[in-house]
């Protein structure tokens, strides 16, 4: 990003890539020279980290699904409330009521509606994700990496990953203006939007994006600072709540003890 950006203003990230760091800071020439296809703008400033890697959605579900295999697991059944007291807590769905001992909220944009008592500080965002057919003359090597998180002035910050089976995934992670209402979240990826992420492309990483494969919506629930909200229920110790993820919460899920059922400590 710009060297006046948030994520170097003040050097915070500067500081970490010393020579005995895992990290290196790029100049926009040596981005070019490492990573031919992109075209950073002169000024701009990259830390790269080459042991950096990449989860796969699907095989992290299927991880904690598997891990979670003596549990009596219900899909497409959305919670409506809950309750507690001091013999346990409720859950009350869609199809039915359930009495449990302890309670963990995890519900990602729909957490307002579940804790309004709270008054979280959450904000809720529409994003768009895109899937390219890789093109050009360096499709071949894009399957190599690197991944790359992209700041860019007054815009929000791009992102895009190596090609898989599913294509050449990109998007914007924070765009201002796009906060919804999950009642009322336009499902609709519009032309227009697709346009102006193929605009990106053709700016800073020009050929690379083919015919678009797929796209679809996802919601944040965004806190002011963007660090997470996990927590126990003021009223209630027996539920725990995690809030906020702010778009990059699910990468700590495989190491997090809460997947696990055991609230941390403290």
Not at 247 to 258: D, E, I, L, M, Y
């Amino acid at each position: 990003g710009p060297d006046d950006g948030r994520a170097f203003a003040g050097r915070p990230l500067r500081g970490i890539g010393g020579p005995d760091s895992d990290y290196v800071i790029l100049s926009e020439e040596e981005v070019v020279e490492r990573v031919p296809w992109l075209r950073p703008d002169p000024g701009t400033v990259t830390l790269y980290e080459p042991g950096a890697a990449i989860l796969s959605l699907e095989a992290c579900i299927e991880a904690m699904l598997e891990e979670a295999a003596n549990a009596d697991l219900r899909f497409g059944e959305p919670a409506v409330e809950w309750s507690a007291s001091a013999l346990g807590v409720r859950v009350r769905t869609e199809r039915g009521e359930y009495p449990a001992r302890r309670l963990a909220i995890v519900a990602g944009a729909w957490t307002p509606q579940l804790l309004p008592e709270l008054s979280l500080p959450l904000e809720v965002e529409r994003t768009v994700q895109y899937w390219f057919e890789p093109s050009g003359p360096h499709a071949d090597r894009l399957a190599a990496g690197p991944a790359w998180v992209w700041e860019l002035e007054r815009r929000g910050t791009w992102y895009g990953f190596p090609p898989t089976a599913r294509g050449l995934k990109a998007g914007m992670h924070f765009q201002a203006g796009r906060r919804t209402d999950v009642k009322r979240v336009d499902r609709e990826v519009g032309t227009a939007e697709t346009e102006d992420l193929r605009r990106l492309f053709a700016r800073y990483a020009p050929g690379v994006a083919g015919p678009l494969a797929h796209a679809s919506i996802c919601l944040y629930s965004n806190t002011p600072d963007e660090d997470f909200i996990l927590d126990r229920h003021p009223d209630h110790p027996g539920v725990m709540l995690f809030a906020g993820g702010s778009g990059h919460a699910f990468k700590f899920a495989p190491r997090s003890r809460v997947a696990h059922g055991r609230p941390p400590h403290g």
